[in-house]
Nanobody
Framework: QVQLVEPVGGLVQAGGSLRLACTAS????????MAWYIQAPGMEREFVAG????????KYADSVKGRLAISRDNAKIVVFLQMNSLKPGDTAVYYC????????????????????WGQGTQVTVSS
């Protein structure tokens, strides 16, 4: 089994920055794809960013390009989401997800691809 742990999110003012981390433990491997999804109040969960770790290949939702950056630390199987220029509309629960298929070359956006999910962390952006 694999566990994904996200730290407690936070409260940040509009225009500010926040970095989230997701740490994988358990039966992991160095070949993985991890992604971040958000679920705003009353909305469905949606993809925002992902990375194929062995290639360093990333993918972003159009709505966050230029403001969010995903990166990884392969030695520890940790994926980070750096969020800049935050807006009140970014307020949501942020989930990380992981897939350990060794052959992936592009980041999938479909939730069903990801076998493991973090518990979610609340990020609130105040105006």
């Amino acid at each position: 089994q694999v566990q994904l742990v996200e730290p407690v999110g936070g409260l940040v003012q509009a225009g500010g920055s926040l970095r989230l981390a997701c740490t994988a433990s358990g039966r992991t491997s160095s070949s993985y794809t991890m992604a971040w999804y958000i679920q705003a109040p009353g909305m469905e969960r949606e993809f925002v960013a992902g990375i194929v770790a062995r290639l360093g290949r990333t993918k972003y939702a159009d709505s966050v390009k230029g403001r969010l950056a995903i990166s990884r630390d392969n030695a520890k199987i940790v994926v980070f989401l750096q969020m800049n220029s935050l807006k009140p509309g970014d307020t949501a629960v942020y989930y990380c997800a992981a897939d350990f298929s060794p052959w992936r070359a592009v980041v999938p956006t479909e939730e069903r691809v990801y076998d493991y999910w973090g518990q979610g962390t609340q990020v609130t952006v105040s105006s």
